[in-house]
């Protein structure tokens, strides 16, 4: 066994195949179940995406009827899952309270330990219904504010933003919310979804799946980079006063500084594509709708200042984070709450390989090359 034997991080090794997305790097294209990405965003509702990650076609309008009148009927916070969110300290991370509510939307499933195709679908739907009002609820209460009940006459973006922000939502913030809903749903074998298929591989259930994944998700090199994109912005300081120019040289200072420190970055760079995530050009037209509507261009010159100086001086380019954590802001949700929004989008990828991984099974147990001292006596 030597060094170029071991595939640190698992880099360039395919491990299975897959039916439910393709990330081509080299075409910058990103395909769910066949269609381009931004195809889908900019035409369907994220409940037709979900329908589609789960089903491998989009619904008809009678199917997605049915469909959407399930996700309805699941989206009210479960009295006793509120109880244990309350009894969770209002400074634990999001994530965590996430992390939690999968966990025990999973011990209370009637189907808890059925893992048949159909068990799994209903088990899938559920989750994905349930989750906005644990990641709105959970904003909500670290305000200090009560819960905002469902309302069925919304669809799932708009009853989102409702359930969180308790006022009426406008079709511009609904329609960029939906777009970053869709572009977070699905991505291969990201670090989450393997991670979900691990344990799949076990034959442990659906919800310990999604559990592990939130987990995952949580650190800054995957799902938690939207937060950091933030956490960046916070640092470099948001002016509201500020002009864009003005903005962009203070955040291009901030940028060749940090570089010149060897620090990484959050938000920029990507495993898999080396020229640019597919993903961004459908988010930055959303978060410069964002910014058009709110008035902020003190915050396009952050971002273009940052990704400048980045793009001059290592010519990595941006990921679906970086644009996604300024429009979250700007549709007012607290950062800690942008990594919860991408787990109540990415439940859909996720379950999805879950039910791919489960009908094509085999244990996930890789080998590992020993480098600790040789056999020695006691
Ligand atoms: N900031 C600064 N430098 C970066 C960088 C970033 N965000 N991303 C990559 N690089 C540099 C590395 O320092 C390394 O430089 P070196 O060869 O001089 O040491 C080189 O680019 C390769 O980086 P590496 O981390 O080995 O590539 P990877 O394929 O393992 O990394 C990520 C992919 C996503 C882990 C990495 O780009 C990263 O940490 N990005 C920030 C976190 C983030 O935004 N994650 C969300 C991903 S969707």
Known sequence: MTDTDIKKGLAGVVVDYTAVSKVNA???????????????????????VAY????????????LAGFTAREKAGRALDPALKAIIDALPTD?????????????????HPLAEHSSPEANMKKAIDLWAAMP????????RRHGQDIVE???????????????????????VIEAFNVSMILYAEHSFNASTFT??????????????????????????HGGANEAVMHTFDEIGIRSEESLEEAATRAKAWMDDALAQKKKIMGFGHRVYKNGDSRVPTM???LDKMIAHYGRPELLGLYNGLESAMDEAKAIKPNLDYPAGPTYHLMGFDTPTFTPIFVASRITGWTAHIMEQAAANSLIRPLSAYNGPEQRSL
């Not at 080299?26 to 037709?48: D, H, I, M, W």
């Not at 469902?150 to 511009?172: C, H």
């Not at 298929?197 to 650190?219: E, F, M, N, P, W």
């Open 133 to 140: 009002a644990v990641v709105a609820y959970d904003q909500r």
């Open 196 to 221: 979900a298929r691990v344990v799949t591989s076990t034959l442990s259930d659906l919800h310990s799946a999604v559990t592990a994944a939130i987990g995952a998700l949580k650190g800054p090199l």
């Open 284 to 286: 930055k037209a959303a």
């Open 52 to 63: 589609l990650l789960w089903n491998g076609e989009l619904p008809t309008q009678e199917q």
């Open 92 to 108: 634990a991370h999001p994530m965590d309270i996430c992390r939690t509510a999968a966990s025990v939307l999973g011990a209370r």
């Open 26 to 48: 080299e075409t910058n294209s990103l395909l769910y179940r066949g269609y381009p990405v931004q195809e889908l965003a900019a035409k369907c509702s994220f409940e037709e």
């Open 150 to 172: 469902p309302r069925t006459d919304l669809g799932y973006s708009a009853n989102f933003l409702w359930m969180t922000f308790g006022e009426e939502p406008v079709d511009e």
